[in-house]
């Protein structure tokens, strides 16, 4: 806890003179508008480049805050097209959401194609300073890419590719400096998918061993279980047969993910989509063979413990809590990237 205390106060002060800041730029543009008009503000604005310093080191909260006080500035096509590039140089998915937030019929559009050169090469340029803190790996990294591609051309990016050939030059041009961000991606997916199979397969052979080897034994006479009244046997043979019916599903997913073709374009949803099945499998799987394991040691204890099932219930929830720390944020960014993706959601903006 003391280690902690100096990075929690470095953080409070941070906090703090994030709403200083804030609340100096209300105080600026509201004795701005007591002592300009509409027009000289707007000038101001325009000439001096708040709005765009602002976008260019991603503090979405002051472009926000500039936009509602003064909607006009979206009528302005070189500002706009300006902040598109701020946008897209420095891949600030809070300020796309927000502009589409206020101009979903403006954003990323070209105005009248005088600017179109520089929002192609905003858009291709592609650095380390563009990565995002909550992409997971780098097979979703391009994931990202590819969205945002999609987003600046204003369709999906099949239709793209086949209905309008002569783009074909864009296409070359975005995968060209991505290639060895496209070879990560390709070993990320190829490990991860590799190491969570075998994990699979593990849970499939204890699985099937464990149907077979049922807590209590069987009757010798007729081959039927000796807990088969009990109601945690019961539990036992169905969170087991689910166990082996996921983990067979998960390893059949990583399969195909390890047999896939592998295109630049199959990282928008194809392999995410397979991947975070396969994950989702692998949890359930996981789950499940916690149940099945809790319900056998308390089938074979209860007769001597009654009390047995608290510390079992209670061990079997740790790694599941653990889990819920260390992987479950990870995996709900991946389930949101793939199938909710923040670049297609615009910011709800109050006015």
């Known amino acids: 806890m003391l ?14 003179k994030h709403h200083c ?14 002592k300009f008009d509409a ?8 000439t001096s480049e ?63 194609g005088s600017n179109d050169i520089a929002l192609e090469n905003a858009l291709m340029d592609w650095s380390p300073r563009c990565v995002s803190p909550n992409v997971s790996g780098a097979a979703f990294l391009l ?14 990016l099949s239709k793209w590719l086949k209905f309008q050939p002569h783009k074909r030059t864009i296409w070359e041009n975005f995968v060209a400096p991505r290639k060895e961000l496209f070879k990560e991606a390709e070993q990320w997916m190829k490990y991860t998918s590799s190491s969570c199979s075998l994990v699979a397969t593990l849970i499939i052979t204890v699985a099937f061993a464990a149907a077979f080897a049922v807590p209590g034994g069987n009757n010798d006479s007729m081959g039927i279980p000796i807990f088969l009244n009990k109601g945690t046997f019961m539990v036992f043979a169905v969170a087991d047969g689910f166990a082996l019916l996921s983990s067979v599903s998960a390893t059949l997913m990583f399969l195909n993910i390890l047999t896939s073709r592998y295109t630049v374009e199959d990282f928008l949803r194809s392999l995410p989509r397979k991947m975070v099945m396969g994950l989702t499998f ?24 009654k009390w047995i099932y608290i510390p079992i219930t209670l061990l079997a929830a740790f790694p599941i809590v653990l889990f819920a720390i260390l992987e479950l944020p990870l995996y709900i960014e991946m389930v949101e990237s793939t199938y909710w993706p923040r670049l297609e959601r615009p910011m709800k903006v109050w006015k």
Request: glycine share 4%; net charge neutral; aromatic share 8%.
């Open 3 to 16: 280690r902690a205390a100096p990075f929690i106060k470095r953080i409070g002060k941070l906090k703090c």
């Open 21 to 34: 800041s804030l609340r100096l730029a209300e105080l600026y543009l509201t004795e701005m508008k007591n």
């Open 39 to 46: 027009s000289e503000i707007l000038g101001i604005l325009l």
């Open 50 to 112: 708040v709005v765009l310093d602002a976008a260019s080191r991603g503090v979405f909260e002051i472009v926000d805050l500039c936009l509602k006080r003064f909607p006009e500035l979206l009528w302005n096509n070189n500002f706009v097209e300006k902040l598109e590039i701020e946008i897209l140089e420095g891949r600030h998915v809070d300020l796309h959401r927000l502009l589409k937030g206020h101009d979903p019929v403006q954003c990323f559009a070209d105005n009248d």
């Open 143 to 156: 994931q990202r890419e590819l969205q945002w591609l999609q987003t600046r051309n204003g369709a999906t």
């Open 282 to 305: 692998l949890i359930l799987s996981l789950a499940s063979m916690l149940v099945a394991f809790s319900s056998a040691l308390t089938i074979i204890l209860s007769e001597r413990f």
